[in-house]
C-alpha cells in the first residue's frame, strides 16, 4: 500500500465504502456506447478494470444489455478492502473477479485483456510510465485502455460552482481530476511507445438530485470523508444552505428534485501492433 495515496487510503477506508457506493452516480447510456464502439477486440471480450471501488461502473457495464453479451471475463483490482468487501455483496456474476491490485500490479496474464477500463480513479495514479508499461503488458496487441471520470459540473449551474468552491479548499493537494495531472501520461516515453495517441470526448448532462444527494455526494469525497466530524458537520450545513439560497432547475419541486449538472470525461487509448514508437 505504500504507493497508495494517503488520503486515498483513509478517506476510502473501511468505513467510507457504504456511503460512496450510495452516493456516487453511475455511467450514462452514451459514455458506456463509447467505450464498446471503441474497442477493437472480437468478442467476447476480457476485461481488467483498476480501482474498481465498489462496483458502480461494472455493475453498470453489467446491466447493460449490449456489453453484458460481450463480457467473457472481467478481473476488477482494487486497493482498497472496504471497497472490495462492497464490490463482493455488489456484484454477483460467475464471470467476475475482484482482487487486491495496484495500476502497477494488477496480477493478471500477459495479454490476458481485450480492454482495460479505469473508472473515477486514475487521477490517483502515483507513476504514469509504470502504469502504461503494466496496461501494455495484460493488453493483446489489439487491446485498448479506457479512462472514465464524472464529474460534477460547475459551469452548468452557479450553485454547483459554490459547492465545489467550498468543498475543494479541503483537498490537502491531493490530485483530483481537475487538476488534469493525469494528461502527463501521454507525455511519458512509456505510453508513446507503447500506445497509438489517445482520443477524448466530454459530454455534459442533468441528473436528478436532492439536497441530500448533494451533501452525501460531497461527503463522499476522499478529502471530506476524512474531515473531523465537528468540521464536516460545518461543511454539509454550508451545502445546505448554497442550495437552499441558490436559483434550481426544478424538475419536481414538492418533493425536494432539481436538475444536478454533470460532465462524463472518456479517454480512449488502443495498443500500438509494434511495441516500437514509430515517428
Known sequence: MSKIHQVAQSGFGTGTN?????????????????????????????????????GIFTRALLADPKWNQKIKQLKAVEPS????????????????????????????????????VIAQ????????????????????????????????DRDSAEWVGRIRDHIEVHERGTPQFRHMYWRQTFDTPEYQSEFEPHKEQ??????????????DRASSKSYIAILPPRKKAEVQDEIRKIIDDSHKTWVDESKGIFEYPYKTHVVVAHKRQSNRHHV
Open 18 to 54: 457504504e456511503l460512496y457506493d450510495r452516493a456516487r452516480p453511475s455511467y450514462q447510456q452514451f459514455a458506456l456506447d463509447h467505450i464498446r464502439e471503441s474497442v477493437k477486440s472480437k468478442e467476447p471480450l476480457n476485461v481488467v478494470e483498476i480501482g474498481s471501488g465498489t
Open 81 to 116: 478492502e472496504g471497497m472490495r468487501e462492497v464490490f463482493s455483496k455488489a456484484v454477483k456474476d460467475d464471470r467476475v473477479t475482484v482482487s487486491e491490485g495496484t495500476f502497477a500490479s494488477t496480477h493478471a496474464e500477459d495479454t490476458w485483456a481485450d480492454l482495460v
Open 121 to 152: 480513479a486514475f487521477h490517483w495514479c502515483p507513476d504514469y510510465g509504470t502504469a502504461c508499461l503494466e496496461f501494455s503488458r495484460i493488453l493483446k496487441p489489439n487491446g485498448s485502455v479506457a479512462f472514465i471520470w464524472n464529474l460534477e
Open 202 to 215: 466530454a459530454w455534459s448532462y442533468h441528473l436528478q438530485g436532492t439536497k441530500e444527494t448533494v451533501v
